[in-house]
């Protein structure tokens, strides 16, 4: 059998490429420690590098879904307290209705129970067009300021019946907004017509015009209160989804943090193994490059 002849400078070519190798895994070790990452660039892994594309595009829509269940629950928070503050309103002048049926009330009474009953319709005018970021809560998807416009003491509505959805998770999306003939009425047959309807009746002392108002404002206050409670059942859905969201996007960092970042206690031990050998091959390296020409010649 031939045995090849090894060369001094085959044999320095092998230990400097053995020396650049060792060498070359100690600075990836090092960039591993520097950086925090084992993934610093897509040549590192590449399998590894289309899974942490993917898992970070997850985290991303997660993190979005997130975002509009918090927005969501900024607008069903808003509804739910306006619509409380509708329904007292409209219970309050119930009441003053009911007192007004009293024959013991005097005009001038009367005149002020009347009085009372247009100033609260004035605040549940304020009320149904309550905005959250500039938009109002009632409007549907308008641009406009209001959901509800008063010309020559009518009340129309200015906006929409559009929902105004947000998506909470993967092809889930949840309404919103409540619009204000939902709340409050359609046109012409509403709560802002009965409150004026019971101001004029308790003024002039009609008891059955009176009784017919009061019937009204019951329908009305059903009406919020069923409105309140939808808006309550959404809430409570936009809630767990906001949850359920944030929970999947800790769930897919964690598979990305494995993925992507470095274990240091592991990297603290590599690179200590691979200092130890990478001295030991210089100084390998150096006992066998150590003999000069005059050795050969000796």
């Known amino acids: 059998m031939a045995i090849g002849r ?46 942490a594309m993917r ?57 002020a129970l009347a009085v009372e009953i247009v100033q609260l319709r004035s605040s549940l005018l304020g009320s149904a067009n309550a905005t959250y970021i500039d938009r109002p809560v009632f409007g549907g998807t308008t641009a406009g300021p209001a959901a509800f416009a008063e010309v020559g003491g009518v009340v129309t509505y200015a906006g929409d019946t559009n929902p105004v959805n947000r998506a909470v998770a993967d092809g889930v999306a949840v ?52 409105a309140r409670t939808d808006v309550g059942a959404r809430t409570n859905r936009v809630e767990q989804a906001g949850i359920r969201a944030g929970d999947t996007e800790l769930s897919l960092t964690n598979a990305l ?7 240091l206690p592991r990297a603290m031990v590599d690179l200590k193994m691979q200092e130890v050998a990478y001295q030991a091959s210089l100084a390998a390296t150096a006992r066998v490059l150590q003999p000069s020409l005059l050795d050969f010649l000796r």
């Open 175 to 226: 309404d919103v907004a409540v619009s204000g003939p939902a709340a409050f009425g359609n046109d012409g047959d509403n709560v802002f017509d009965h409150l004026s309807a019971l101001a004029d009746a308790v003024r002039a002392g009609d008891t059955s015009a009176i009784a017919s108002g009061l019937e009204a404002l019951k329908d009305d206050g059903n009406r919020l209160i069923v």
């Open 55 to 111: 898992l970070r595009s997850s985290v991303g829509s997660q993190q979005q879904y997130a975002r509009n269940a918090q927005d969501g629950i900024g607008w069903l928070d808003t509804l739910d307290s306006t619509l409380g503050t509708a329904n007292d309103l409209v219970r309050r002048a119930r009441e003053l209705g009911q007192q007004a049926v009293n024959g013991a009330v005097n005009k001038d009474a009367r005149d």
């Open 257 to 263: 943090s494995e993925i992507e970042n470095t274990d």
């Open 6 to 51: 090894v060369t001094q400078s085959m044999l320095t070519d092998r230990s400097l490429t053995r020396l650049q190798g060792s060498l070359t895994r100690l600075a990836e070790i090092q960039e591993h420690l520097s950086t925090g990452r084992v993934l610093n660039r897509p040549s590192d892994n590449p399998a590894d590098t289309a899974s």
